[in-house]
């Protein structure tokens, strides 16, 4: 490996061109190979959110897929306690929107490598982890912290996806609940913009053409374009199209250039296959 | 997940833009040669396919009436004008160059005069050999040894130019030119027509040719040969010195003076061989009681009559223009069905003559075009059966030609020259004529077909036997054949074929197993023996070293593979030749409908073991009517399935186990149907499994659990495997999709209705429980159902859930609909698998070999690793098109030939250029498949491109329904196919081989970085790997009946295996590509992605699994093999025994 790297002096963080610092870290204390986490303050520019405060969150590169937040959050907790962790698969912006879903709703993760946000209680903490010596590595799975890998953790994921059915429909009851809810809460809303709207007509009705039901059109895309091809399809059928004798002649000229196209087409295939040695029988 | 891929071959938008303005000057002088040459002249291997674009002025031109000609030609004659264009370019191909013509006649020329200057010998007694040297051998078996008469050598009296050369109608590949040399009249005696005295002078006369020859250095090798393998008319091959002597051949035919014999002494009544002299024995017959010799004359009556039949056919040929492309295309088309060459085949002569015979009765005319003559010709061949009406050339026969019937007395195939004496076809076989028959009519089925490749199907694919008969069998010691020919009484026969007593023994051979097989089978073929070649220094080869003789048979699936033979009323006067043809197989029997019959019983109680009743009635016939003992057939029908049998007692290819499947999943789902107290009823229950349409590989085993193997959970009483035991058995939950009906109270929201789904599935496994007591486990997605010793997994589905998941509310608050991933998926696992299950069922019920095949294909695929790329579906949609279109095929009887087309089309069809078009329930018009075609050719952005008609009127067809596999995939994927194919075939059809068809199944893996080496102890499908290891684990399973319900849950598709596979892909995609054998397979193999081992710049967004180099002031980030190694280790403990990195590359 990289021998340059090694001529760093002892116990002194390793600090890339962007501002990272590199954190070894490797499975085991008895690992031969480590991964390099590379951290930096969180910075960013637009966000102001309330659980990344800016001078408190470490922004953790390269999560290896066995370190779950728990792990994570011990992992860091020697630099000062840890508040709160967030992995995600890509760095970016937390939207979180929509009704909370229980975890069984959502679909399954992607167990790859992760970036992590790591809120720390301290904001000394930050400058703590970063001038972490280079030649220390985080240990992920020690005696007193085991980290469940292979089959040990397939057997505990398998054993995990258990529901019981009562529990099961208790959340979909209690979804269902809410989804009622704040269907009423749109319905009561829309039913309290079209009395506003009445009052600002001042009790005039719109009178319109058609039926009723034609009042409520769909403002729907699909809609637009049906309207649209039956307007054109009226067009066409009051047309005559085979009564002077100019069209008579178009239809026929369309066809033999109609019949030229195809055979120009078939000649630059028969070029192509040609090109390829497609006609050797055997 | 491919789509990413970069295709390699879109550089065709590139180049396009700058190629218009190249064009404009070429299109203004748009002649038809111009452009051809055109595209060749690029010369590159990347031509790519411009969308052709005229401009308008071009399009409007007014046409000439030439022009209109060609083109009204092209749409009324030809589908497409392509048809037309791609057979003159096949003419082209094997049509002769003019240089190797100009090579051809100045070495017939030094042939012709070194033939000339052969010197005079001392008149000799035939017998007497002394006159030759030691260098060169008599090409004639000299039995029996001794006969009379004189001979001398002595120039020729003329040599002249025979065949197919002179007439224009030679072609490629194996030219050979014919060159008659005319023995003089002064060495023969007309009485040496008797007692092969002309054949062996013929022979000696040759001798001599080839003794002068050896001392010229203007010949290249020197061998003989005989003529249709036909021992009595040998031939002297010369071929070219220097580096041409692989392009042609020159065949010296020795022939007498025309009209040296009288024809009437050919008659197929009379007899030229006497017993007397043949046997060595005193016998007292007369003349005429002499049995009649009518292939021995013919052979003799052959051999006069080439220079008429040349002038005969020059002379009708001169008027047709198109003779000579005619004959080129239909020897092209025998060439393909292995029908030219040989003993007894249809060669290139006898396509001219059926040509000249077509035009001489007026069913062609002279202007007619080569496609049409070809077309024509079939159609004649398809209707007419030259086995019982034969046909003749002559026009006005003098009175001593034999009449039609005394031909057909003598031979079984009847064309008669237009001298009126000669049938040409006289060694030919009836199953020799069937079989062109078939192929013929075969042809004209599918060459009106607009929905095949008319053209590939008919002249660019090759069938052999092995690819073409569903079963095929070998006779491997021809000597046995001579116990045969004792024990059939043919000795008269035998003395008619000189001594040949494989072609003998074959017309009775053949008539016995057609007798035999009867209803069983469409047809039987053999293949042609081929003509054996040797050093003119060598001794003629005997008659028993010919390669075995193969036979070909095409079953009827439906009789095939019956196990009885019900034979007449024991009463009726038929029983006897019943009995006297299975011997003492054949026993009384008394049925269930009262009759008592006799009757034959074979054994066979599975699928495959009832596929070789055909062998065992075979072996019992020629045992007992041939004395052809069974190990010299070798039958090599159902060699391959071997890797997917199953079952301990019964072997069996998984038909049985397929069929348990599918019944219990019928009674599930009449019970789903019968289900009270939904809040919304079951619009439908339907399948979409492998094993619910018979395609599996290896169907879910009903299994009997062992309770104290497990970890048992209380509160749902499921089962949990145990840390220190092997992996449990693996229960495939076989998916069953369930219609909710539609109703207003389905919500209008993708998260309301995956929770009413999920509260759907308690309901249902509420009620399961309760009415049929099934142990049920219910989750969001589906709802597990444990019946029969088998994992039923049954979604809930909506009808309208995709629509509700593509519609969205745009920023304007205009409603649109817009096409997306997730409901893409959805509409794909409740809608399409559902479908394409119930239609491949449906499939499977026409052909019974379907699903055996499929098992076969995805068998191989998997343990070559391909499982991944080619998805079970799609495996199955490729050998659906085997049996929806198998032009020029029949669809398959057998899995074997099933599976060999399979590699055949993934090794050779034209995946860049074509879609494979899937006709799934024929619902595409001829129209249509041709437009997916030229659609698919503009796009042309897929390279397995298969488009399936499921579902045809959506709008989205073309999307969901192509199935793309990388550019890199699919090479590896045609190069594994290729070689498997030519290994498996080369075994199959050649019994002095290692026979072990595991050999295609055992994929290379030497072009992987890393192998991940698993513990047996934790893959749960050990025993279904391909060459099952010889330790088993005790898995968690009991021998025993099955319960039907209750008990506990099973632990349900928990695959190490897979969950390793998975949880690596998803950590290192994007680093290397990771491969296994899903069926058993204990090693992963792990090819690095070059890509990613570029270095890149330092980015946030990929980082994953990399480390950082610093170099200066730039910071490059490459993977961090080491580590990444040591995750394999870690992520799979307890799977992975080992981690072998392979290649120093990227380290």
Redesign the interface.
């Known amino acids: ?2 021998p ?1 790297k090694k001529k760093h002096a002892c116990s002194q963080p390793c600090v ?3 501002g ?1 610092t ?1 954190l070894p870290l ?3 204390s008895d ?6 986490l ?1 951290v930096k303050e969180h910075r960013v520019r637009a966000e102001r959110s309330s659980h990344r405060p800016l001078d408190r969150t470490l922004f953790v ?2 999560v ?3 370190c779950s937040e728990g792990v994570v959050k011990e992992l860091f907790s020697q630099f000062g306690s840890v508040q709160s962790v967030e992995l995600r698969d ?2 970016g912006s937390s939207q979180e929107s ?2 909370k ?1 229980s975890k ?2 959502k679909p399954a993760a ?4 992760k ?1 992590g946000y790591v809120v720390f209680q301290d904001s000394s903490s930050l400058k703590e982890a970063k001038s972490h010596p280079h030649d220390e590595p985080l240990v992920v799975c020690t005696e007193q912290r085991p980290v469940r ?4 953790k ?2 505990q ?3 995990q ?5 009562d529990t ?2 208790q ?2 009851d209690s ?2 609940v809410e ?1 009622d809810k704040r269907k009423e809460e749109v319905a009561e809303r829309q039913r309290k913009e079209a009395e506003q709207q009445e009052e600002e007509d001042e009790g005039w009705v719109k009178v319109t053409r058609g039926p009723k039901g034609t009042k409520a059109r ?5 809609a ?1 374009k049906r309207a649209l091809q039956k307007e054109i399809k009226k067009k066409k059928r009051k047309e005559l199209m085979n009564f002077y004798t100019w069209q008579h002649r178009n239809t026929q ?1 369309e066809h ?2 109609e ?18 040695r ?5 | 997940m491919k789509k990413k891929q970069p295709v390699v071959e879109d550089t065709g938008e590139v180049i396009d833009s700058h190629e218009e303005e190249d064009e404009a000057p070429l299109k203004a002088k748009r002649s038809k040669h111009e452009q051809a040459g055109e595209g060749g002249g690029g010369g590159g291997e990347e031509v790519v396919y411009h969308p052709v674009k005229l401009s308008r002025s071009d399009l409007y031109r007014p046409p000439s009436a030439e022009e209109l000609n060609q083109l009204k030609e092209a749409e009324s004659l030809f589908h497409c004008s392509l048809l037309k264009m791609q057979m003159e370019e096949l003419l082209k191909e094997v049509a002769l160059s003019e240089r190797r013509k100009q090579q051809i006649d100045s070495f017939v020329q030094t042939v012709t005069k070194l033939l000339q200057a052969v010197p005079d010998s001392p008149e000799v007694e035939v017998s007497d050999l002394s006159w030759l040297s030691g260098a060169v051998k008599v090409p004639f078996l000299l039995v029996p040894k001794t006969t009379k008469g004189k001979f001398h050598m002595a120039p020729p009296a003329s040599v002249d130019l025979i065949g197919s050369y002179p007439l224009g109608t030679c072609t490629k590949p194996r030219v050979t030119v014919d060159l008659a040399v005319t023995i003089p009249a002064d060495v023969l005696h007309p009485k040496d027509v008797v007692n092969q005295r002309y054949p062996r002078k013929r022979a000696l006369y040759l001798a001599g040719l080839a003794q002068h020859l050896t001392s010229s250095s203007d010949i290249g090798a020197m061998s003989y040969s005989c003529l249709h393998g036909n021992r009595l008319r040998p031939v002297l091959l010369l071929t070219p010195p220097g580096k041409e002597s692989s392009s042609f051949t020159v065949r010296v035919h020795a022939c007498p003076p025309p009209g040296f014999f009288k024809p009437n002494r050919f008659h197929p009544q009379r007899n030229n061989v006497r017993t007397e002299w043949y046997t060595g024995l005193q016998t007292s017959m007369s003349e005429g009681s002499e049995p009649p010799t009518p292939h021995y004359n013919s052979s003799v009556l052959g051999d006069l009559l080439p220079r008429a039949h040349l002038q005969f056919l020059s002379a009708v040929s001169s008027q047709c223009s198109a003779f000579a492309d005619g004959v080129a295309l239909l020897k092209v088309w025998l060439r393909q069905r292995e029908l030219d060459q040989g003993t007894g085949c249809f060669n290139g002569f006898l396509a001219s003559m059926l040509l000249t015979y077509l035009l001489t009765t007026h069913r062609i005319s002279n202007t007619m075009t080569a496609y049409q003559l070809l077309r024509n010709s079939l159609n004649f061949l398809a209707t007419t059966d030259l086995t019982v009406n034969g046909i003749s050339l002559a026009r006005d026969p003098d009175c001593t030609a034999p009449a039609l019937a005394e031909f057909h007395n003598a031979f079984q195939v009847v064309f008669v020259d237009p001298s009126g004496h000669l049938n040409m076809c006289a060694d030919m076989t009836a199953c020799t004529y069937k079989q062109l028959q078939h192929e013929a009519s075969v042809s004209m089925q599918f060459w009106d077909d607009p929905t095949v490749d008319g053209f590939h199907s008919l002249l660019m694919t090759p069938k052999p036997m092995i690819r073409t008969s569903d079963h095929v069998f070998q006779l491997c010691e021809l000597v046995k054949l001579q116990s045969s020919c004792k024990k059939l009484n043919l000795l008269s026969e035998l003395m008619d074929h000189s001594g040949n007593y494989v072609h003998t023994a074959l017309p009775y051979i053949l008539s016995l197993l057609q007798r035999g097989l009867g209803e069983r089978i469409h047809l039987l073929t053999h293949s042609l023996s081929p003509d054996p070649e040797w050093s003119v220094e060598s001794e003629a080869p005997k008659h028993k070293a010919q390669p075995p003789l193969s036979f070909g048979l095409l079953l009827k699936p439906e009789l095939a593979t019956s196990v009885l033979e019900r034979g007449p009323p024991a009463d009726s006067p038929k029983a006897a030749e019943f009995r006297e043809l299975w011997g003492s197989r054949s026993e009384l029997r008394r049925f269930q409908d009262g009759g008592i019959t006799e009757a034959v019983l074979w054994d066979g109680q599975s699928m495959c073991q009832k596929q070789l009743v055909p062998k065992q009635i075979i072996t019992h016939l020629l045992q007992l009517h041939a004395d052809v003992p069974e190990s010299c057939v070798r039958y090599v029908g159902v060699k391959v399935d071997d890797v997917i049998i199953t079952g301990s007692e019964v072997p069996s290819t998984g038909e049985e186990e397929s069929l348990r499947v599918v019944q219990s999943y019928d009674d599930l789902s009449r019970k789903l149907w019968r289900l009270e107290g939904l809040p919304l009823s079951i619009t439908a229950v339907q399948g979409a499994h492998p094993a619910l349409r018979y395609t599996q590989v290896f169907p879910p085993l009903p299994l009997k659990l062992d309770y104290s193997f497990f970890v048992r959970e209380k509160i749902s009483r499921s089962l949990v495997p145990k840390e220190d035991k092997p992996c449990p058995a693996y229960v495939t939950p076989i998916t069953v999709i369930c219609h909710m009906e539609g109703s207003g109270k389905w919500p209008h929201d993708r998260l309301a209705i995956r929770h009413i789904r999920a509260a759907f599935h308690i309901r249902l496994g509420e009620l399961l429980k309760k009415h049929h007591n099934y142990p049920c486990k219910p989750c969001p997605t589906h709802l597990d159902v444990w019946k029969d010793g088998l994992l039923f997994r049954v979604q809930v589905a909506y009808h309208r859930e995709p629509q509700v998941l593509r519609e969205s509310v745009n920023a304007e608050g205009l409603l649109v609909v817009r096409d997306n991933e997730e409901a893409q998926a959805l509409e794909m696992a409740t809608n399409y698998k559902p479908l394409l299950t119930s239609t491949l069922h449906g499939l499977q019920q026409q052909h019974q070999c379907f699903g055996a095949v499929c098992r076969l294909a995805k068998r191989w695929l998997g343990a070559q690793l391909f499982s991944e790329d080619i998805t079970e579906d799609t495996a199955d949609l490729l050998v659906a098109s085997l049996f929806l279109q198998p032009a020029p095929f029949t669809p398959p009887g057998s899995p074997q030939v099933g599976f060999l087309r399979f590699l055949r089309l993934l090794a050779s069809f034209d995946w860049r250029n074509t879609p494979l078009i899937v006709n799934l329930n024929n619902q595409l018009t001829g129209k249509q498949s041709v437009d997916a075609r030229n659609s698919h050719i503009v796009s042309r952005s897929w390279s397995l491109f298969l488009a399936h008609t499921a579902d045809m009127s959506s709008s989205h067809v073309t999307d969901r329904l192509c199935v793309c596999v990388s550019v890199q995939m699919l090479h590896r994927v045609v190069m594994l196919a290729a070689e498997s194919l030519k290994v498996l075939e080369n075994q199959l059809m050649d019994g002095s081989q290692m026979q072990d068809v595991r050999v295609v199944m055992r994929p290379p893996l030497d072009a992987y970085d890393v192998l991940i080496h698993l513990n047996p102890k934790q893959v749960p499908l050990l025993s279904q790997a391909v060459d099952p290891p010889a330790v088993t684990f005790s898995r968690g399973v009991m021998d025993g009946n099955v319960a039907h319900s209750g008990g506990a849950m099973p632990v349900v598709d928990y695959n190490p295996v897979s969950l390793y596979l998975a949880e690596l892909r998803d950590s290192f995609g994007d680093l290397a590509l990771f491969f296994c054998d899903p069926y058993g397979g204990t090693v992963i193999a792990v090819l690095w992605n070059p890509k990613a081992f570029v270095p890149l710049p330092f980015k946030t967004s990929q980082v994953s699994a990399r480390r950082v180099e610093v170099t200066g002031e730039e910071a490059k980030t490459v993977p961090n093999v080491e580590a990444i190694l040591e995750d394999f280790r870690n992520m799979g403990k307890g799977l992975v025994k080992s981690v072998e990195a392979r290649t120093e590359k990227c380290t």
Do not use: C
Not at chain 1, 149 to 152: A, F, I, L, S, Y
């Open positions: 490996m990289a340059s890339i061109p962007g990272f590199e490797q499975f085991s690992s031969s190979a480590q991964h390099r590379y590169l390269n290896p897929p066995y890509h760095p929509g009704p879903l069984v709703f992607k167990q790859g490598f970036v890998t292979g089959v040990q397939w057997i994921q398998y054993q996806s258990f529901i019981q059915p099961l429909q959340m979909v979804f269902m989804y769909p403002h729907s895309e699909a637009n000229k033999i250039a019949l030229r196209k195809k055979f120009e087409e078939d000649k630059q295939r028969i070029a192509l296959l040609r090109a390829q497609k006609f050797r029988p055997y």
